[in-house]
Structures are given as C-alpha cells and as structure tokens.
Nanobody
Framework: QVQLVESGGGLVQAGGSLRLSCAASGRTFSSYAMGWFRQAPGKEREFVAAISWSGGSTYHGDSVKGRFTISRDNAKNTVYLQMNSLKPEDTAVYYC?????????????????WGQGTQVTVSS
C-alpha cells in the first residue's frame, strides 16, 4: 500500500500563508495523481486541489482558487499545497490522497489512499 503523511499545518493569522507537504512511501509515487481535501468539524469533506501524475493538469476548488496552489516533486515523493491569503473559513483538517490511475479528480471516492491529516487553524 501507499503511506501518506501530511505536515506543515499550524496556527496562522488571517491573510497569512502556510505550505503543507505530503510525503508518500510504499509504492511508486510518480504513477499516482494526488489530491488535497479538507474537513471542518460538522462539515463534509471538501475538495481543495488535485494534480495529475505528471503535474501537467491541476484543479482547485472554487473556494480556494486564486489563493491555493498544488504542486508535486516526484523526485522527493512529495506533494505540496501552498496556501496564501488565508481566511478563518479555511480552518480545517487537511488531508492528502493518492489515486492509482494517475488522473486528477475532484471526487473523494476516486482516491485509493489517504493520510491522517494535519490541522490548519486561521485566526481573525
């Protein structure tokens, strides 16, 4: 299986920036598409961003478009989420996920492996 470990979460002020990382191990990272999702207490898990196996295709959720950017470094087996202009409503646990077939997707059920999440809290 694939193991995914998120890091980089923390407490930041509104308007600030944070970069999340997701390190993958166990199988061939470069063959997988990767995604970021988030979930706030009492809310559904929400799509944030996705990137194809090659990095050639990216997608970002409407609520984060223009502020967040997904990227990957296959040599390091790592996917990133750069978060700028953070808002209190961005507060959530952020999860990374891997999709076996290398196609970026907005749907959480398309992903085969998930990390444990990292907490992001944005204060106002």
């Amino acid at each position: 299986q694939v193991q995914l470990v998120e890091s980089g979460g923390g407490l930041v002020q509104a308007g600030g920036s944070l970069r999340l990382s997701c390190a993958a191990s166990g199988r061939t990272f470069s063959s997988y598409a990767m995604g970021w999702f988030r979930q706030a207490p009492g809310k559904e898990r929400e799509f944030v961003a996705a990137i194809s196996w090659s990095g050639g295709s990216t997608y970002h959720g409407d609520s984060v478009k223009g502020r967040f950017t997904i990227s990957r470094d296959n040599a390091k087996n790592t996917v990133y989420l750069q978060m700028n202009s953070l808002k209190p409503e961005d507060t959530a646990v952020y999860y990374c996920a891997a999709e076996l077939y290398g196609l970026a997707s907005r749907g959480r059920y398309d992903y085969n492996y998930w990390g444990q999440g990292t907490q992001v809290t944005v204060s106002s």
